[in-house]
């Protein structure tokens, strides 16, 4: 105990009293302007709130694609069926070769038509034909829908190849894949970036405001010799503030919307697969509330203070 | 143009940065040929003058002379274009930006407009620069009543501004000013908005400070003040064209 009491001892008080005042400084600042404080909140609240929305629709969208992809990128070459097996192992090898192929398997003609009898599309031929109609295959695992190009280029022309319908699917119909991948990374990123913006633009102009409401203020503190610092300290309080309330409006929107928008567009579109949102939506909610802290809190840096 | 009555040999001071060893030189004013002024335009020119510890002296001239201009040199608000200019030890010419407000928290300062905060209370416009500015000061409420005591409105301490009178206004600006114990004090016309009455109480708070060894320097441009108070008088003349 008395050892306690002596290391208490060492410690200095001011620091303790100086947080405690800059604090109550900070709170004193806030509260005679708890109006605008939360017209921004819900400005920059809706802000988020839309683009979350949109985004987290978005994101499912992107990872119903690729899904899509995955499927895509299962591709088949179509073997001809008097292709010798020394042909096939040498069109194997050439395949298997290729980068970006990153498995090669057999299927053949009985596979494949027990695969077709199952698939909603195919029975219906399967069941019609007499004999197999369906080919043998090589089926590549791509590592992307791009590499199907170079894939047709080394299969067309080999003599184990089917000449008529060499593979599953062309070359520009994997590059359109590809594309929309692409597009809603792109639109993903895009619509954070302009939220943030946006955000950010407003929250600016908040800050901007308090030191316009309170110049004179300002103006003294920094005659009396309070550190500019400690000037700026509300202000990266007021920032902070709207950046975590304003998120956590937007993540409550998120929940929403997770919680009764997405299934229900599911049920409705099942094609579309979008599927559960909540790896989303925990990504989506920790991302918002630091992006935008991160955002809005160089704003309380970037207003500048009386001289 | 400055016509000191008194301009005497400056004390050649060696450059002191505001820093650990900015003590020496506590409560006295030196400049040395100094000349300051705004974007373009030179109000001093050639200054020099030396003002001990514990003086009260008085900066007269009209209006336009520069005394403002000197106040604010001295306060760390302009540079000197030339010259020396020593400030309680510390040399403005090398004071760098991010140490002006250390600087200033070595000085108190008192405004004609008081420069009061209108949403706190008298003891909280005391306190708060003491709260934010003096970070490491013990019972800053104790040094801020203290404060409001010497200038004899301790039993204003919870009134607004605006429910005191003007004398009373300026009365808690020099609470402020001199509750972390400055060296110095300046004064911008600190009474040019006041009565009579309300210039004698806010000049007995200026002669306690002085008496306690505080170094005042007031601009002025009233004679009575200056021939009643001021123990050395500084004339501003306008400079020619």
């Known amino acids: 105990m008395r050892v306690l009491r002596r290391v208490l001892g060492w410690i200095p008080v001011w620091p303790f009293v100086y947080v405690v005042s800059l604090v109550g400084y900070s709170w004193r600042w806030q509260r005679r302007r708890l109006g605008v404080w939360f017209v921004t909140v819900v400005a920059i609240g809706a802000v988020l709130s839309v683009a979350t929305t949109v985004q987290l629709l978005v994101w499912l969208g992107e990872r119903s694609l690729s899904g899509q992809l995955r499927d895509a990128s299962e591709m088949q070459v179509f073997l001809e069926d008097s292709a010798t097996a020394d042909q096939q192992a040498a069109l194997r090898a050439r395949l298997a070769a290729l980068p970006g192929v990153t498995a090669v398997t057999y299927r053949s003609k009985a596979q494949a038509q027990a695969r077709a009898t199952h698939d909603p599309q195919l029975s219906a031929l399967a069941g019609a034909s007499e004999g197999n109609p369906f080919p043998a295959s090589f089926v590549l695992q791509l590592s992307e829908p791009r590499v199907a190009a170079e ?24 590059r359109r894949l590809s594309t929309a991948l692409a597009a809603m990374q792109v639109l993903t990123w895009g619509l954070d970036l302009v939220a943030l913006g946006v955000g950010a633009l407003v929250a600016l102009a908040l ?18 010799g309070v550190p500019r610092l400690v000037i700026r300290v509300p202000l990266l309080v007021q920032a902070l503030s709207v950046a975590v309330v304003a998120s956590l409006a937007a993540v409550g929107c998120l929940l929403l919307v997770g919680q009764h928008v997405v299934p229900a567009v599911d049920q409705s579109l099942p094609f579309l697969r979008l599927g559960s949102p909540r790896w989303a939506f925990t990504t989506l909610s920790v991302g918002t509330i630091a992006a935008s802290c991160l955002a809005l809190l160089p704003c309380a840096l970037l207003v500048r203070l009386p001289r | 143009m400055i016509v000191p009555d008194s301009v005497q040999g400056v004390h050649p001071m060696e450059g002191t940065a505001l820093g650990p060893n900015a003590g020496d030189g506590r409560g006295s004013i030196r400049l040395a040929d100094v000349s300051a002024g705004y974007e373009g335009e030179a109000v001093l020119t050639d200054v020099s003058l030396d003002i001990d510890p514990g003086q009260f002296v008085c900066i007269e001239g009209p209006s336009g002379a520069g005394k403002t201009t000197l106040l604010r040199l001295l306060y ?109 004090l300046l004064a911008d016309e600190p009474t040019g908005n006041l009565d009579r009455v309300a210039t004698a109480d806010v000049m007995r708070a200026f002669e306690a400070f002085n008496d306690q060894g505080g170094t005042v320097v007031m601009a002025t441009h009233d004679e009575h003040l200056r021939d009643r108070y001021a123990r050395r008088v500084l004339r501003i003349q306008p400079q020619a064209a």
């Open chain 1, 207 to 224: 800050l901007r405001s308090e030191i316009r409401a309170r110049r004179e203020e300002l103006r003294i503190l920094v005659l009396v």
């Open chain 2, 76 to 184: 760390g608000s302009l540079k000197p274009r030339t010259g020396v200019a020593v400030v309680d030890g510390v040399d403005l010419g090398q004071l760098r930006p991010r140490h002006v407000a250390r600087f200033r928290r070595r000085l108190g300062c008192v405004f004609q407009s008081y420069e009061l905060l209108p949403h706190l209370t008298t003891l909280e416009n005391v306190l708060l620069p003491l709260q934010l500015a003096q970070m490491d000061i013990s019972r800053p409420g104790d040094r801020a009543v203290d404060a409001l005591d010497q200038v004899g409105l301790v039993d204003k301490m919870d009134s607004m501004p605006a429910e005191l009178s003007c004398g009373q206004q300026q009365r808690v600006a020099i609470a402020r000013a001199i509750a972390h114990e400055p060296s110095i």
């Open chain 1, 151 to 174: 894939v047709l280029d080394t299969a067309r022309g080999d003599p184990a190849v089917d000449p008529s319908i060499p593979a599953s699917y062309t070359a520009a119909q994997a």
